[in-house]
């Protein structure tokens, strides 16, 4: 097979730019294997890209593919890579890049991890981007500890639900923020308390260990919401302003109490694997929203826009 089929846009805009197309099939380097793409989930650092809100970073070389995760079987593998035989279910993700969301791809073998047996591959990519998101947020950038209070801005989402489920995991009391019809939903995936965030003032809901903060919006209100020694984590930034947001991020290690914290994601092996072992122990559960096909890949986009998302939408390939 010379083509496949992709997730593309030709132009920045609305939803409406991502079409269905052709585009060739990756080569396989020395080193790389290729991987039969099953399924990818949709994320929210993929919408200001689309609209054009990051084109100073991702720049005005057209056709772009997008999707950062994956989930799929290997079918071709470099001469020089060992321990990954063709046939291998895997899920990984491209790191500081987009692509994924095509038939096949090509990576390094320290992108991709075996994937949860007990979990269809659809079922396993919605944990993926918000799984390894959560054990590096809570675990290596806020060394959350048993017993700490954790607070979780936008707690129903693809990444907030494996937050809190994590947060819980390793032992904390987990406050969790949401619209109006997710309270009883967080709480079911393990939150101990849950609010609406349209209807609840921040100074009801006491002070915290760690803010992990999906949101973006109205980060500099809770970050005061932080005990002393307490660490909030920006996972996302402020779409509508993103390098104003970023700037104060930055701002915050030198200006203030409680410097943000944020990272840019490009997990390896090592974590993919860990994010496995707690699915396959069942510490951690999928939670999809809706699956969509690759030709509704504009359809997806606009749900996320909306809001109002529980989990993850994921694309099916194949």
């Not at 080569?27 to 084109?55: F, M, Q, T, W, Y």
């Not at 965030?197 to 803010?211: I, K």
């Not at 660490?231 to 200006?255: C, E």
């Not at 996320?304 to 994921?314: F, N, Q, T």
């Amino acid at each position: 097979m010379s083509e496949m089929r992709a997730a593309l846009f030709d132009r920045y805009g609305l939803p409406e730019v991502l079409y269905a197309g052709s585009m060739p099939v990756p080569s396989v380097r020395p080193d790389e294997v290729l991987v039969r793409v099953h399924a990818v989930s949709v994320n929210g650092g993929e919408l200001p890209g689309r609209a054009g809100k990051l084109r100073l970073v991702t720049g005005r070389t057209f056709p772009k593919v997008t999707g950062i995760d994956f989930a799929g079987e290997v079918a071709e593998t470099g001469p020089s890579v060992t321990g990954v035989r063709v046939g291998d279910r895997v899920w990984g993700l491209l790191g500081r890049k987009s692509g994924s969301t095509a038939q096949y791809v090509a990576v390094r073998p320290r992108q991709i991890g075996l994937a949860p047996e007990n979990l269809t591959l659809v079922q396993a990519v919605s944990l993926l981007a918000g799984g390894t998101t959560a054990v590096t947020a809570l675990r290596d950038k806020a060394a959350l500890k048993p017993g700490e209070r954790l607070l979780v801005r936008g707690a129903a989402g693809g990444v907030g639900s494996v937050v809190v489920q994590i947060g819980k995991l390793l032992g904390a009391h987990v406050t969790a923020l949401a619209g109006a019809e997710n309270p009883d939903f967080v709480r079911d995936l393990g939150a101990d308390e849950a609010f609406d965030y349209r209807t609840t003032h921040p100074s009801r809901l006491g002070r915290f260990g760690v803010v992990v903060d999906i949101a973006g919006t109205r980060r500099h209100i809770y970050r005061r919401l932080l005990v002393p020694g307490g660490r909030m984590v920006a996972v996302t930034i402020d779409t509508g302003k993103p390098f104003t947001s970023l700037a104060r991020i930055l701002a915050s290690t030198v200006h203030g109490t409680g410097r943000i914290r944020a990272f840019s994601g490009n997990p390896g092996t090592a974590l993919l694997t860990e994010l496995t072992r707690h699915a396959e122990n069942g510490d951690i559960v999928p939670v999809l929203d809706t699956v969509h096909p690759l030709e509704k890949i504009a359809d997806a986009h606009r749900a996320l826009e909306a809001g109002g998302v529980r989990g993850k939408h994921v694309i099916q390939i194949a």
